[in-house]
């Protein structure tokens, strides 16, 4: 039904207007009280085998919705009725600031794929964090199914390199009360010199600044977490993750969009003809495997891994598992795929787990990079 949906609506719409179409659906039908509890039923019907303890939270199963589709938290109980595990927000800058001109996402069918150079278009840390306030504290939230939420914040575009701790801080102090889990993202390709951020000379004092301030803003300790970029050279995964152990974060998100544009289907003339931006979707599977497999030879269960880029269904969200993601994302299938992404997700780990030799998903955990004991 979506497909058909899809190819006759969406795929005919402008990208971006669509997307806003489709949210405004899940907002509202989250916001409805039969829809929501019908949707909810069909959706995202429980699958005990799936609970997964980790970053100090009880989450319903290891699949989130990444950040980009909700950068304002406007619609997190809406996503949670959908079945998404957590919701990561964002990003958020300290700074509201209007992204880069239009258009500036494009969908690629063949690929299963998107370009994207929204560029942090967003209302700024203290618009989102107001708005989170208000959702903590029951105000005009018709329904809150306890979602987990990320919050996902980045540099605003206007400050220059030698303020880029400041900017990440302000957007600390205002949301890590707010916040299940903080992400620092310095792997988008779309906000100038952003990516420079990764050098772990750089990325140091970016960390222990935000650990700080999240630290002073709130009473108990919210798990932080960075995101990389897939593109990094393998040396500088492997200093990333030396990093996270060093400075004890939390854990390391695998992996933003790519720059890359190796290996598409769709003509090369039309995807040059698109631009700049980050490449999302199924081109990107490999890469992000690659990169979470070589964190986790790394870091081991010293650092909680999250698995994203590519993951269009349930065996690839278990391939993430066995490579040693403790949690998983997705973004672009959802555009593809439709609201019921989330139960295929579901119910395929939930069956892949039971036909495994795993008792539970934390057993499955990097059990494909692990040594086998001994004789």
Do not use: C
């Not at 899809?6 to 039908?29: G, S």
């Not at 997705?330 to 992404?341: K, Q, T």
């Not at 780990?349 to 990079?369: N, Q």
Request: no cysteine; charged share 20%; proline share 7%.
């Amino acid at each position: 039904m979506y497909s058909a949906l899809f190819n006759t609506v969406f795929k005919r719409m402008d990208p971006e207007k669509a997307h806003h179409l489709a949210f405004d659906a899940i907002r509202a039908a989250a916001a409805t009280p039969g829809a929501r509890s019908a949707l909810r039923a069909v959706a995202a019907p429980p699958h005990p085998s799936l609970r997964v303890k980790t970053l100090g939270l009880d989450l319903p199963g290891p699949f989130g919705l990444a950040a980009g589709f909700d950068k304002n938290a406007v619609g997190i109980d809406g996503l949670a009725v959908l079945g998404f595990d957590f919701v990561e927000i964002g990003t958020v800058t300290a700074r509201p600031q209007p992204g880069n001109e239009r258009p500036r996402l494009f969908r690629l069918p063949a690929d299963r794929a998107l370009v994207n150079r929204m560029g942090f278009n967003n209302d700024g840390s203290a618009a989102v964090a107001a708005r989170l306030a208000r959702r903590a504290h029951g105000s005009r939230v018709p329904y809150r199914p306890n979602a987990v939420v990320g919050v996902n914040i980045g540099k605003t575009k206007a400050v220059p390199e030698p303020e880029a701790v400041a900017d990440y801080v302000t957007s600390t102090e205002r949301l890590a009360a707010y916040a299940d889990y903080l992400v620092v993202n310095v792997s988008s390709p779309n906000t100038p010199g952003l990516r420079d951020l990764q050098a772990v000379e750089v990325l140091r004092p970016l960390l222990t600044a935000v650990r700080e301030a999240a630290d002073r803003t709130t009473t108990a300790r919210v798990p932080l977490l960075v995101k990389i970029a897939p593109d990094l050279a393998d040396e500088d995964v492997d200093a990333v993750a030396d990093l996270a152990l060093e400075l004890g974060l939390d854990g390391i998100i695998a992996t933003n969009t790519t720059i890359s544009r190796d290996g598409l289907r769709t003509d090369p003339a039309h995807v040059a003809s698109l631009g700049a931006g980050g490449l999302s979707g199924a081109p990107l599977k490999q890469r992000s495997l690659d990169v979470l497999r070589r964190l986790y030879a790394r870091v081991g269960e010293r650092t909680v891994l999250v698995g994203v880029g590519g993951i269009e269904t349930a065996e690839d969200a278990w391939q993430r598992i066995l490579a040693g993601a403790t949690l998983v994302q997705g973004y672009s299938a959802f555009v593809y795929e439709g609201p019921l992404w989330p139960r295929a997700i579901h119910r395929g780990l939930a069956a892949l787990l039971a036909a495994s030799p795993y008792d539970t998903l934390a057993d499955a955990v990097g059990a494909d990079l692990r040594k086998a004991p001994s004789a």
